[in-house]
């Protein structure tokens, strides 16, 4: 069964400093991987996925994830965080092979970034 | 939210009675899905459909049941509200084809509050 797991609650970091946010997943095959953004009182955004290719994938407000398949893990990063990136974070994977295009959900991790 | 509005946005009901919610999309995609969102679960699929009158149970399906009669609309019903399903409901909808196709979107969600 697939599964994806964000080990941190919470991360904080200060304003200009890098960021990362962590991500690991357990899929048979060749999985492919999503990063959402979800602020206060939204739904969750789309910010980024790995789906083939170059395993630096590049994404929405400056965001990006870095794709290690030895390691299974999708982490999410910014060279430089912003007050205004403070959010909750999911992580997401999906089965190439599942016609439903249905996405399974890590439990989330909340970024603060502090000014 | 990407041409997708959930009603009612909040709701609050007894034990016992039945609640509908409703996700309306005007992307005219084929995809539709229903997710509970709760503290430490990040978001669960409770149900999802591929197309008109086609639907399928996800991960969470117990005491729920969705109806999809046209492309734009997909309802959720909860038949005897309990207390355990106290949430916060997000639809979401993908296209299924070309470059967006692994991409949900997702509306602003329904809170409901089971009594």
């Known amino acids: 069964a697939q599964s994806v797991a964000q080990p941190e609650d919470q991360v904080n970091v200060a304003e200009g400093n890098p960021l990362t946010v962590k991500c690991t997943y357990s899929?048979?095959?060749?999985?492919?991987l999503f990063w959402y953004v979800q602020y206060p009182n939204r739904g969750l955004q789309f910010l980024l996925k790995?789906?083939?290719?170059?395993?630096l994938v590049k994404g929405s407000y400056g965001f990006e994830a870095e794709f290690n398949k030895s390691q299974t893990s999708f982490h999410l990063k910014k060279p430089s965080a912003l007050v205004s990136d403070s959010a909750l974070y999911f992580c997401?994977?999906?089965?190439?092979?599942?016609?439903?295009?249905?996405?399974?959900f890590g439990s989330g991790t909340r970024l603060l970034v502090r000014p | 939210d990407a041409g997708i509005t959930q009603s009612p946005r909040h709701k609050v009901t007894e034990t016992g009675t039945p609640v509908t919610l409703r996700c309306h999309q005007t992307?005219?995609?084929?995809?539709m899905y229903w997710y509970r969102q709760d503290p430490g679960h990040g978001l669960r699929l409770i149900h999802y459909?591929?197309?008109?009158?086609?639907?399928d149970k996800g991960e969470v399906s117990d005491g729920y049941s969705v109806s999809r009669s046209k492309t734009e609309d997909f309802l959720l019903t909860l038949e005897s509200a309990t207390s355990s399903q106290t949430s916060v409901y997000f639809c979401?909808?993908?296209?299924?084809?070309?470059?967006?196709?692994?991409?949900?979107?997702f509306g602003a969600g329904t809170r409901l509050s089971v009594l």
């Open positions: 979401a909808i993908s296209d299924g084809v070309a470059a967006n196709k692994n991409i949900q979107y």
């Open positions: 899929v048979s095959g060749n999985p492919y």
């Open positions: 790995y789906i083939t290719g170059d395993n």
């Open positions: 997401a994977v999906r089965d190439p092979v599942d016609s439903s295009y249905k996405l399974i």
């Open positions: 992307e005219n995609h084929r995809y």
């Open positions: 459909s591929y197309g008109v009158k086609d639907t």
